[in-house]
């Protein structure tokens, strides 16, 4: 058996494709694959073949294929290839003609309008993308209400980066009743990317993006991009619905070590004031099993900030009320000492020095108040020696020394305390 990787990899300039002595190993493996991806592999999901299609035509490698679509490498699937062919039987697919059925079959000629749209999807999957611009073109010309002329359009625009008319395409194929679960995604994209999305409501907008990513995933339950993109909405989505976590759970479940699915659950837990799920969920992601991306990277960091602030805010709050500021501020220190994200050090330090700075100005003032100038005096110039006092705080703190040397020239014994 040759190799997977080399089969999957053959072009039709490759001598496998075109050499008589060789096109044979290739056309027989060809169709044991084909019969194991429509018979064999994911007897769980018997759109294996067409997900794992999808996939290719949507850019992705052939190893990041075989891993979403099959949940193996490329060595293990060809072991589960060759087991599968080692059984010595294959299974056959038959449909019985339903009782009372005619025993004629009558032909109709395809319209002009399907053979184009045909003969483009097929110059499209041989990379003849121009060709198939022009056939699905022609397609649209005589049949205006046909999806498959607009997919093969929205597939071309993507395949040329064409934001605008991928939109265009992908919108009337849904608006006609495509079943390509891919129209949605690109309809989404070119939904956020337009300029109608900066007028809109951050929440209304996830809810539409949502909405469309919920109904890909209707189509093709296999769609992981579908599940990463409608978790990446539920930061934002409003409202949120039950069947947002229902869809997400459904995606964990058949891609469990997907980091951007795990942060949409635990966005929607957050959101829940659920912390026990939302800490279960972050934990999940410290495997080095799960895939992370950038913004699942980010989502996690920025989630875990939130909650070591949502429970150090309050305690803060009731020291300040009771006016123990020194409590409050060894409190500071040791939420700074546990922490080891940098980021969050770096806002932990400014929130205490400002605790700090406000403190310390109040006792000066305080003691100006009473007439303590000195010791008023002695207070500013402490604070000003402090590290990392913004300009801000030191325009303060300066006023506050120009308000104290005022007084000291009006008020009998100049600079010293009475």
């Known amino acids: ?161 064409n934001e605008a008319e991928i939109g265009v395409h992908a919108e009337q194929a849904i608006k006609l009743g495509s079943r390509d679960a891919w129209m949605y995604l690109f309809f989404g994209s070119a939904l956020q990317s337009s300029r109608d999305a ?46 947002d976590r229902e869809f997400l759970a459904a995606g964990k479940k058949r891609f469990p070590n997907d980091g951007r699915i795990i942060m949409g659950l635990a966005l929607i837990a957050e959101r829940g004031d659920d912390r026990r799920q939302v800490d279960r969920l972050l934990k999940e992601t410290d495997s080095t099993a799960v895939d992370l991306s950038s913004w699942s990277r980010e989502s996690r960091d920025l989630m875990r900030r939130r909650s070591v602030l949502q429970d150090l805010e309050p305690r803060v709050r009731a020291l300040i009320s009771d006016h123990n500021i020194p409590e409050a501020l060894i409190l500071y220190d040791e939420t700074i000492g546990n922490t080891t994200d940098a980021f969050l050090e770096r806002q932990l330090k400014t ?24 010791e008023a005096r002695r207070q500013c110039e402490e604070i000003l020696r402090w590290p990392d006092l913004s300009r801000n705080q030191r325009s303060v703190v300066t006023t506050e020394l120009q308000l104290i040397n005022r007084e000291s020239l009006v008020r009998p014994g100049g600079n010293s305390d009475p």
């Open 1 to 161: 058996m040759m190799p997977l990787g080399q089969l999957l990899r053959v072009s039709q300039s490759d001598p496998l494709f075109n050499e008589s002595d060789r096109t044979g190993i290739f056309y027989a493996q060809s169709w044991a694959l084909l019969h194991y991806l429509i018979f064999g592999a994911r007897k769980d999901s018997p759109g294996s073949l067409s997900a794992y299609l999808q996939a290719v035509r949507g850019g992705r490698s052939i190893e990041e294929t075989i891993q979403s679509v099959f949940g193996a490498d490329e060595n293990t699937f060809q072991r589960q290839l060759a087991a599968y062919l080692s059984r010595g039987k294959a299974f056959r697919l038959s449909r019985p003609i339903p009782e009372g059925a005619g025993s004629e079959v009558t032909v109709v000629d395809a319209t002009p309008g399907e053979v184009a749209a045909a003969q483009a999807r097929l110059a499209f999957g041989t990379g003849n993308v121009d060709l198939a611009r022009e056939q699905a073109s022609h397609a649209v010309s005589l049949a205006p209400n046909r999806t498959g002329a607009h997919e093969v359009l929205a597939w071309v625009a993507s395949a040329q980066s």
């Open 198 to 243: 900066q007028t809109v409501p951050a929440g209304e907008l996830a809810r539409a993006l949502a909405n469309l990513m919920e109904q890909a995933i209707k189509l093709d339950p296999t769609f992981q991009e579908a599940y990463q993109n409608l978790a990446a909405q539920m930061a934002d989505v409003e409202p949120l619905r039950p069947s």
């Open 351 to 374: 929130d205490r020095l400002g605790l700090a700075f406000g403190a310390a100005v109040e006792i000066a003032r305080a003691a100006r108040y009473a007439g303590q100038l000195g």
